[in-house]
Nanobody, 123 residues
Framework: VQLQASGGGLVQAGGSLRLSCAVS????????LAWFRQAPGKERELVVA???????YHTDSVKGRFTISKDTPTNTVHLQMNSLKPEDTAVYYC??????????????????WGQGTLVTVSS
């Protein structure tokens, strides 16, 4: 299974970006999908996850601003980020869990990762 993330870049505060993660080697329909991020000097944290069942989890700081979605025909996961803030600056990673783990907030639950894409939000 391979994941290829794209869509990062530089944006002003208040702007929007959409990240994409193309998945190959496994269809995403039955997987738990997630986006994590890691800011300089900080630990990797879960941003949003979508369970294989369809339920979603958002970390508090992105609720109402970020949305995860999947495009089954293209086997792609998207992260729509609106109303971006400077504190959203980080490298964003997509990840998939093939085992339907309970602990979706834990990075170790995910089996495959994308390479990361940098999002920089200027003030």
């Amino acid at each position: 299974v391979q994941l290829q993330a794209s869509g990062g870049g530089l944006v002003q505060a208040g702007g929007s970006l959409r990240l994409s993660c193309a998945v190959s080697g496994r269809t995403i329909g039955s997987l738990t999908l997630a986006w994590f991020r890691q800011a300089p000097g900080k630990e990797r944290e879960l941003v949003v996850a979508r369970r294989w069942s369809g339920s979603t989890y958002h970390t508090d700081s992105v609720k109402g601003r970020f949305t995860i979605s999947k495009d089954t025909p293209t086997n792609t996961v998207h992260l729509q980020m609106n109303s971006l803030k400077p504190e959203d600056t980080a490298v964003y990673y997509c990840a998939v869990d093939v085992d339907r783990s309970v602990a979706i907030g834990t990075a170790s639950s995910y089996d495959f990762w994308g390479q990361g894409t940098l999002v920089t939000v200027s003030s």
